[in-house]
């Protein structure tokens, strides 16, 4: 995981590498410039919005729906696709077509831009060791960083755009993505286009839908998915470089004091965690038995180069899976379902569903074929933190009680011959 050793608890960085807020979580770990290049093309401001640069992502975003609308954009484009060009031209406003490209290739630019940016900040966030206030309570809401499931962000987005963002904890974000959600399936007649594709009347679902206002959602409906799961992703990565840099910091006011000597009756105990809370409640616990704090060495392990996984998950969260490729292909074979459903049998969201799903599969067997590495589907536990406690005999038995209720993944106890060297 991208972190550089602690430097000093003293430094006061320029550089932050992320914040929480009554608003919600941000953070300015790396994203992939060509991976939000691609978002603003799809739909201008998604880009930013997947660095999270929140800001100007809502501006991009109403002015795409304003001006798209205008020019009756998406209909153009379903007509021209569908080999119809006499209809399409008449149907483009030409003039707000002029005023649309200049934003448009700002959005694209702009994102690949500030990715680039992001990732040098990160850089010099880590050089500095920037730390981060893990909880914010406010008289509005209590917002912790904590590790969570991608996989469950990922699947409240795919029911209800915005509910996977705002179980990530970012707030703005899964209220605005919500409100447009409500707002352009409205304008879509999308609802009644629903019921009928599965009740079996494709005709009437076909007939009622506003061609021009579903074409937003094929772009929106899987970036809310895709964000969701990366911003899930990212908050977990967030949470295991603040614990690296608290026990680091620990560790160094703890070596400062007076080293100790092995008595008789002395246990020595080893134990690995993953990083959690639980790290710093076995701490806690530990020392309310009565074990001097000098005597719990609790430092993060270097990680050997990982392995690649399909998806991230709570047990490995480094940002190396491979979806950005699938949903890349996901989102392009539903907007070419959505516009080719509007002609075919099935109506425009049976096919914009089967082009969604099949082009993720067909982008996951490209990104895997690509790999030079064996995949894993998920990862197991691993060992993040490392544990030592020396302690009297006697405690022994509440110690490993408090190990097993803080989940440790394992533990030993040093036979006596080893004197550890600390």
């Known amino acids: 995981m991208p972190h550089q050793k602690f430097l000093s608890s003293t430094i006061q960085p320029r550089y932050s590498k992320g914040a929480l807020s009554t608003f919600g979580a941000n953070s300015s770990y790396p994203r992939i410039p060509w991976v939000a290049a691609w978002w603003s093309f799809t739909f201008p401001g998604f880009g930013h919005i997947f660095l999270g640069r929140y800001l100007p992502g809502f501006i991009l975003i109403i002015w795409e729906l304003f001006v798209n609308t205008q020019a009756n954009l998406n209909y153009g484009i379903a007509l021209s696709m569908l080999g119809r060009f006499d209809e399409a031209k008449s149907v483009i406003n030409e003039e707000w077509v ?122 929106m409906y899987a970036f809310a998915i895709y964000q969701a799961y990366v911003a899930v992703n990212e908050n977990n990565i967030l949470f295991d470089i603040e614990q690296t840099r608290y026990l680091r910091v620990r560790d160094e006011q703890l070596t400062q004091q007076k080293q100790y000597t092995l008595e008789n009756d002395t246990i020595e105990i080893i134990a690995t965690f993953e990083h959690s809370p639980f790290v710093e409640m076995a701490i806690h616990d530990i020392e309310t038995l009565g074990v001097p704090a000098k005597n719990i060495v609790a430092l993060p392990l270097e990680n050997l180069e990982s392995q690649t996984f399909i998806l991230d998950s709570l047990h490995r969260a480094d940002g190396r899976s491979v979806l950005d490729g699938a949903m890349v292909s996901g989102t392009i074979f539903m907007v070419l379902g959505t516009i080719y459903g509007f002609v075919w049998y099935w109506g425009p969201v049976i096919w914009g569903l089967l082009g969604l799903v099949g082009g993720f599969l067909l982008g996951l067997l490209i990104e895997i074929a690509f790999q030079k590495k064996k995949l894993k589907l998920f990862a197991s536990r691993k060992n993040e933190v490392y544990m030592q406690i020396t302690c009297h005999a006697s405690t022994k038995e509440h110690l490993l009680k408090i190990l097993k209720a803080r989940q440790a993944n394992g533990y030993l106890i040093l036979p006596q011959r080893i004197t550890p060297d600390i």
Do not use: C
């Not at 880590?126 to 912790?144: C, Q």
């Not at 499931?149 to 993505?177: C, D, E, N, R």
């Open 98 to 219: 002029l005023l649309y490209m200049g934003a448009y290739i700002f959005g694209i630019w702009d994102s690949y831009r500030s990715a680039v940016e992001i990732g040098k900040s990160h850089i010099l966030s880590e050089v500095e060791d920037a730390p981060v206030v893990p909880s914010v309570v406010s008289a509005f809401d209590i917002i912790i960083l904590s590790k969570k499931k991608t996989v469950l962000a990922a699947v409240w987005s795919a029911l209800s755009p915005g509910m996977g963002q705002l179980y990530s904890g970012h707030t703005i974000a899964g209220t605005f993505i919500l409100a447009w959600w409500i707002f352009v399936t409205y304008k879509a007649n999308t609802i009644g286009s629903w019921f009928y594709s599965f009740i079996g009347d494709f005709s009437t679902a076909i007939a009622i839908v506003d061609w021009q206002w579903f074409l937003f959602l094929p772009s």
